[in-house]
T-cell receptor, first 112, second 112 residues
């Protein structure tokens, strides 16, 4: 059972570079989410997709874009990476709404 | 302004004893609360939840208590086991929003 799969697991970028974090779920869930976790802070919501074809901003959307490619996949793009975006990024999905979310293992991103 | 606060960054208990993890919140619109558990290099996993219409929910060794008047909830683990050593996140949902607000986490270490 794969659940929620995130790629890559680790990434180092230089300031100004772009990259896309990939997320796929095989549980046929309607809703998907992107969070970031920084030291001493909880997970903060970047963007979410309540259903295929819709996306909405979360608490910290600046500097990011998302695409809900289909029901399975939800990608997060950094167009011009900044050191402040150094973080661990988690993708999650839920059957409907937000209640019990299933998380991927995370992507550790460093921006130099 | 953190709406969900876990004021104890860490907690150490002996195996077999009770672990009590605390969480305070400020937003009176929160009406559903969850605890997630996270091991290193893994994503958070759902542990237990409670609706605001209840004051207690049990699942095996895990019990969550909610005190709405004090805006406080706690997670009790009895008896604690070394495998419970992890970071525990408290999360809350407010009415009408499709998002969870997470606390900063408490690292529990259960000593054999």
């Amino acid at each position: 059972n794969a659940g929620v799969t995130q790629t890559p697991k680790f990434q180092v970028l230089k300031t100004g570079q772009s990259m896309t974090l990939q997320c796929a779920q095989d549980m046929n869930h309607n809703s998907m989410y992107w969070y970031r976790q920084d030291p001493g802070m909880g997970l903060r919501l970047i963007y979410y997709s309540a259903s295929e074809g819709t996306t909405d901003k979360g608490e910290v959307p600046n500097g990011y874009n998302v695409s809900r490619l289909n029901k399975r996949e939800f990608s997060l793009r950094l167009e011009s990476a900044a050191p402040s975006q150094t973080s661990v990024y988690f993708c999650a999905s839920s059957e409907d709404g937000w209640m019990t979310q299933y998380f991927g293992a995370g992507t550790r991103l460093s921006v130099l | 302004d953190q709406q969900v606060k876990q004021n104890s960054p860490s907690l150490s208990v002996q195996e077999g004893r009770i672990s009590i993890l605390n969480c305070d919140y400020t937003n009176s619109m929160f009406d559903y609360f969850l605890w997630y558990k996270k091991y290193p290099a893994e994503g958070p996993t759902f542990l237990i939840s409670i609706s605001s219409i209840k004051d207690k929910n049990e699942d095996g060794r895990f019990t969550v208590f909610l005190n709405k008047s004090a805006k406080h909830l706690s997670l009790h683990i009895v008896p604690s086991q070394p495998g419970d050593s992890a970071v525990y996140f408290c999360a809350a949902e407010d009415t009408g929003r499709r998002a969870l607000t997470f606390g900063s986490g408490t690292r529990l270490q259960v000593q054999p």
